[in-house]
């Protein structure tokens, strides 16, 4: 147990659905991170959120819409998705995105989009 | 820009023996190096990190030293479990480099055998 929780763990959408993916971490920390791990490939960083305010994107298609309302909470929004987007979204948290501190990682959710 | 490259395996090795997995990097600052680990179904969990050169991390009977002069930090255990199987990830962080988040290799399949 790392104190950050996703859910769900796993999730099967169609193309044209609308989801969402929630993350929440009881640590304190001030930073979060949304990650995506698509087999054979590295992790991929996709948003950093420091104190609520959004200081990455690291060119993620507007299909992925993420949401922070305060320093526990993120959330993923997913609309119109294609099949390569099936993979583990992984959350994390560190005490603060500007140092370099260890994070802390979710179980993630397994995404399929059929 | 920062990059992480680690043996892919899979490595397959026999219980009690020997470890090493590979691990070198490029980085635009002075990076804090990290060694992640993945069990099966789960999220990533720190397994050892160092800030500095020459520091040692060390956890579980693992140990990896970080080495400015090669730019690696090698994982290394002296003797091998079946519960050590997991996916092995190095990676890294810079203060203040300009890019929030980890930078992580690709990942290196373990697999211990009886």
């Known amino acids: 147990e790392t104190g950050v929780t996703q859910t769900p763990r796993h999730l099967v959408m169609g193309m044209t659905n609308k989801k969402s993916l929630k993350c929440e971490q009881h640590l304190g920390h001030n930073a979060m991170y949304w990650y995506k791990q698509s087999a054979k490939k590295p992790l991929e960083l996709m948003f950093v959120?420091?104190?609520?305010?959004?200081?990455e994107n690291n060119s993620v298609p507007s299909r992925f819409s993420p949401e922070c309302p305060n320093s526990s909470h993120l959330f993923l929004h997913l609309h119109t998705l294609q099949p390569e987007d099936s993979a583990l979204y992984l959350c994390?948290?560190?005490?603060?995105?500007?140092?370099?501190?260890?994070?802390?990682f979710g179980p993630g959710t397994r995404l399929t989009v059929t | 820009g920062n990059s992480v490259t680690q043996m892919e395996g899979p490595v397959t090795l026999s219980e009690e023996a020997f470890l090493t997995i590979n691990c070198t990097y490029t980085?635009?600052?002075?990076?804090?190096l990290f060694w992640y680990v993945q069990y099966p179904g789960e999220g990533l969990q720190l397994l050892l990190k160092a800030t500095k050169a020459d520091d040692k991390g060390s956890n579980k009977g693992f140990e990896a030293t970080y080495r400015k002069e090669t730019t690696s930090f090698h994982l290394e255990k002296g003797s091998v479990q079946v519960s050590d199987s997991a996916v092995y990830f190095c990676a890294l962080s810079v203060f203040g480099g300009g890019a929030d988040g980890l930078t992580f290799g690709k990942g290196t399949h373990l697999i211990i055998q009886p």
């Open positions: 994390a948290s560190s005490q603060d995105s500007g140092r370099s501190d260890e994070q802390y």
């Open positions: 980085a635009t600052g002075y990076p804090s």
């Open positions: 959120y420091n104190f609520k305010e959004q200081t």
